[in-house]
Every structure is written in structure tokens, then in C-alpha cells.
């Protein structure tokens, strides 16, 4: 149950993930799917050795096999994307897609066995897993012997994820994070962390499956072992690690090439700038962006449409949307939401002392001024003046009387 009640968990996580944060910070779409792969295979596991139940066997045997070969890619351009601060794909990325596509297209006429077929094989499964080690149901296992497909799936992962590591490594020999906001150990802390989660189920799953090859039985991937357990420890610590690294999403943002490159011209490479130097350009950089910042809602008054949000401010000032964010989280300490709603008070108040409180209901200077209901506007302008709207206008009327 344990296997289940993890597997739901990284469910969860993932669809928080790709649903809440895609748009924001790209780099999460990776991180969703690797979490939302890694769930599926865990759960297929439980189905095929705990559920017992041939329908839920025969819907997942053979159908989803394919999927388990973009973990690997997934992890891979997840860390990338992180270190580069850059989570476009390159036309040889797509690659690294095709054992995935293989095992899919070879898996197409297995999909569309008849259901009878598929609860006949299922209940054969159930009954003798080494059944899984006959059965034949597409092009590659007549090709491959199935053992050698079962642990080459998690061989694949490996090799993947020895080259992620290595990018980190890599990375640390470089002291690139030199020019990377804020240095971000933050970051480079959980990403330690994760892979080293990941290296201890991926090197287990290897182990167990090698072992049950080995002695040609497939229930030892599940008996009690020690490298079971290295597995199942890998596997809990990567689902729970994301609620000890809450702040994952921001990334390691790097001062962008180009601007290194303005403002270091006739210097050597922009990548070997002294560090003092590289937070005088930190210091520069966020004084760039506030400047934009301001400037944007100030001459274009943004923050008066309802939906008005970070992406959106993004777009229109040509920052990336992660660097925004860490640009209210450490330059402002503040959240963008409460940046915005105080340029709406300071347009609610020029309204308000322009006499439209006379033509107007305060409810109408508020949706005018880009709160979406009364009581956001009363909450915001309290919140910034100490005064509720009407005791705001009142005081203003006093004052001219």
C-alpha cells in the first residue's frame, strides 16, 4: 500500500506542477512529467504485483511500457534546463524521443488486442509472473528477450541520469553559478538531493532487476532485499523531497549573456568576469528590471486589466518570468500580487481626490482601478493606507471644506 499511497502522491504533485506553474516557470512542465512517469511506473508495479485484479493488469500491461523510456529525458533536460537557465528544446534534443516512439509504434497492435485477450493474459500473469518472461506481445520482445527489455528500460534511465550528473558536475568545476542571481545554493541544494533520490531508486531498480534475471524469477523483484529497500528509500525520499524544497520552481536565473556582453565590452569572456564584479552586475541587472518594472506600469497602467499577472508583465517588458519572480522575492521582498495591488490603491486614490467619489460608488472607483470585487479593494486600500476607501474620501472631502 505503501507503493500506492507514494505513487498518488507524486500524482498530485505533478498535476500542482503542470498545471499551476507551466505558464510561470517552464522548466516545471520536466519536472511534472518526470514526476508524473515516475508515479505511473510505480503504479504499474503495484498493480502487477499487489492488485491482483486482471482488469486493471490488462489495462496497464504493454499499453504504457513505452513511457518509462522519456524518464530518463525528462531528468536530464529537467537539470539542463535548470543549470543553462534555458528550457527550450534543440531539433537534436528530439532524439532522444525515439525509443520512446519505438516501443510505442511496436506496441500498437498489442493495444488494440481484443479485451477478452488481454483478461486471459492478464489472469496469467497474476497467477505466475514468470509468464512475463514468455509472452511475446509486440515486434521487440520476438527481437530481444524479454528479461533484457525489462532491465534495459531501467539501464536507459541510468545512463541518463549519470549524464545529468555529470552536467552537474560539470557545472560545479566551472563556478559558473558565479554569474547565476543570488548564487541560488538554494538550488543546488535540492538538485543534490533530488538526483541523489533518484541515483538510489534507479540503482536499485537495476539491482533488483538484475538479481531476478539472474535466477530467472520474477518474484524476486519484489521480495525482501537490501537492494529493495535501497530502491524503496530512493523512491520515498523522491516523492516527499519537493515538500522540503518549496521554492524549486524559481531555478538558477543568470544575468543574461547579452547584458554581461553591453556591459562588459572591449573585457575578456563575459563567463570569467571577476565575482565582484559579477555582483556589481547582479546590482545593475536588478536595477534594470525595476526600472522596467516601473516604467511599465506607469506609462502603460497595466495593473487596471483584472487578470493582469507576472506573465503577463513578463511579456510585455521582455524579462524572463523566473527572473521576475526572484526580483519581488529578494529585490522587493514582496509578492508581485501585493507590487500590483499598490499601484491600484495609488490609482484608486488619484480618482478619489480628482472628486469622482461624487459621481462614482466606491465599488465602481475600485473596479476601475483593477480590484475585481469590493471587498479585494477595501482589504488592498486599508491594507497600504490604514484607511477604508470611504473613511479615505471623507477625510479628503473634510479637507477641502
Not at 134 to 158: A, E, Q, S
Not at 222 to 237: H, N, P, T
Request: hydrophobic letters at 50%; charged letters at 20%; one cysteine or more.
Amino acid at each position: 500500500m505503501i507503493l500506492l499511497f507514494l505513487s498518488i502522491i507524486g500524482f498530485i504533485l505533478s498535476i500542482i506542477l503542470l498545471y499551476f506553474n507551466a505558464r510561470k516557470f517552464p522548466t516545471s512542465v520536466y519536472l511534472g512529467a518526470f514526476f508524473f512517469l515516475v508515479s505511473l511506473y510505480g503504479f504499474i508495479q503495484w498493480v502487477f504485483y499487489y492488485s491482483e485484479s486482471p482488469a486493471l493488469v490488462g489495462i496497464f500491461y504493454s499499453n504504457f511500457a513505452f513511457l518509462a523510456f522519456l524518464i530518463g529525458p525528462l531528468n536530464y533536460w529537467y537539470i539542463r534546463s535548470i543549470l543553462k537557465d534555458d528550457y527550450r528544446l534543440k531539433m537534436r534534443d528530439y532524439w532522444h524521443l525515439v525509443p520512446a516512439l519505438i516501443a510505442m509504434v511496436t506496441s500498437i497492435p498489442f493495444m488494440f488486442t481484443p479485451w477478452a485477450e488481454k483478461i486471459r493474459v492478464a489472469t496469467e500473469i497474476i497467477n505466475d509472473l514468470g509468464y512475463l518472461m514468455i509472452i511475446k506481445p509486440t515486434v521487440i520482445h520476438h527481437l530481444i528477450p524479454n528479461k533484457f527489455i525489462y532491465v534495459g528500460r531501467d539501464v536507459l534511465i541510468f545512463v541518463y541520469l549519470i549524464f545529468s550528473v555529470l552536467l552537474m558536475v560539470r557545472y560545479f568545476r566551472q563556478a559558473r553559478e558565479q554569474s547565476v542571481i543570488f548564487g541560488q545554493r538554494y538550488m543546488i541544494k535540492w538538485m543534490i538531493v533530488f538526483q541523489f533520490f533518484f541515483l538510489l531508486l534507479v540503482l536499485g531498480r537495476v539491482l533488483v532487476m538484475s538479481r531476478a534475471i539472474v535466477y530467472d524469477d520474477p518474484d524476486l523483484v519484489y521480495a525482501a532485499s537490501r537492494v529493495q529497500l535501497l530502491a524503496s528509500i530512493g523512491f520515498v525520499g523522491l516523492m516527499i523531497s519537493p515538500l522540503f524544497f518549496p521554492e524549486t520552481l524559481y531555478g538558477l536565473p543568470r544575468i543574461p549573456n547579452q547584458y554581461l556582453k553591453k556591459q562588459n565590452e572591449g573585457k575578456n569572456d563575459a563567463h570569467q568576469i571577476p565575482k565582484k564584479h559579477i555582483v556589481s552586475l547582479e546590482s545593475e541587472y536588478f536595477e534594470l528590471i525595476g526600472t522596467k518594472v516601473d516604467h511599465c506600469m506607469m506609462e502603460h497602467k497595466p495593473y487596471l486589466q483584472k487578470e493582469f499577472n507576472l506573465t503577463e508583465l513578463s511579456v510585455l517588458i521582455h524579462i524572463p518570468v523566473h527572473h521576475l519572480a526572484i526580483y519581488f522575492r529578494e529585490e522587493k521582498e514582496q509578492t508581485f500580487l501585493n507590487y500590483r495591488n499598490r499601484w491600484r490603491v495609488e490609482y484608486a486614490k488619484t480618482l478619489l481626490n480628482d472628486g469622482r467619489g461624487k459621481d462614482l460608488t466606491l465599488e465602481a472607483i475600485g473596479m476601475l482601478s483593477g480590484f475585481t470585487n469590493r471587498n479585494s479593494f477595501i482589504i488592498a486600500f486599508k491594507r497600504y493606507e490604514g484607511l477604508t476607501p470611504h473613511e479615505y474620501l471623507s477625510k479628503a472631502e473634510a479637507g477641502v471644506e
